[in-house]
């Protein structure tokens, strides 16, 4: 069965507005997850790394203070859209590593952003 | 900063042709990843390749990584339209979970 699950699959919003997209591990405590973010017809790029308890870790060139992240618990992980625009419209995908180290990692079903 | 090509990223193919998908990485990566994800959807895991000389196969994929050359390839023998999706390599930079994803490679198999 499914180990990361996204909520929700699906949304639209107005510019402007906020939106959140949840992250869930659901067979094991995750202390870190990944956040990546997909335009249409291009590649993953990877924009932060969520730790359980502790800040986020942004990748160069993108800004924590539009994309808010949160990992309140070791089963779940947070990325709220401030302010959504869109260009920030695209498909959002988390992972998180297996118990065993890097070489397992489970990708989540993704979450498709399309901000009017 | 470990930066992931792949070329060529777009590929027609005739079904029952053989191909070749080129991964190449700018430093040391742990190991190296291949997915698949077919349109709207998340990825699938493919291969996980360890260490040098690596090769694995399934079905009419197999994968391989040069480490010296920091070169991975995936080869497709007597494609099959169900094949046609983007496949993506992705490398792992030393002592991190975090993976950095090639530029990916849109397969369409023709019938």
């Known amino acids: 069965g499914a180990v990361v699950s996204q909520h929700p699959s699906r949304v639209i919003c107005k510019s402007g507005t906020s939106v959140k997209i949840e992250c869930r591990s659901l067979d094991f405590q995750a202390t870190t997850m990944f956040w990546y973010r997909q335009f249409p017809k291009q590649s993953l790029m990877l924009m932060a790394t969520s730790n359980e308890g502790s800040k986020a870790t942004y990748e160069q060139g993108v800004e924590k203070d539009k994309f808010l992240i949160n990992h309140a618990s070791l089963t779940l992980s947070t990325l709220t859209v401030t302010s959504a625009h869109p260009e920030d419209s695209s498909f959002y995908i988390c992972?998180?590593?297996?118990?065993?180290?890097?070489?397992?990692?489970?990708f989540g079903p993704g979450t498709r952003l399309t901000v009017l | 900063e470990l930066k992931v090509e792949q070329n060529p990223l777009f590929l027609s193919m005739q079904e029952g042709k053989n191909y070749t998908i080129y991964c190449n990485y700018s430093t040391t990566s742990d190991r190296l990843y291949w997915y698949r994800q077919d349109p709207g959807k998340s990825l699938e895991s493919l291969f996980v390749l360890l260490s040098n000389g690596a090769v694995k196969q399934e079905g009419r994929l197999m994968a391989s990584l040069d480490t010296k050359a920091r070169l991975s390839t995936l080869h497709i023998t007597a494609a099959v339209h169900d094949l046609s999706a983007t496949y993506f390599c992705a490398g792992n930079p030393s002592g991190t979970y975090k993976y950095i994803f090639g530029t990916g490679t849109r397969l369409k198999v023709l019938a």
């Open positions: 992972s998180l590593p297996g118990l065993a180290g890097p070489d397992t990692q489970y």
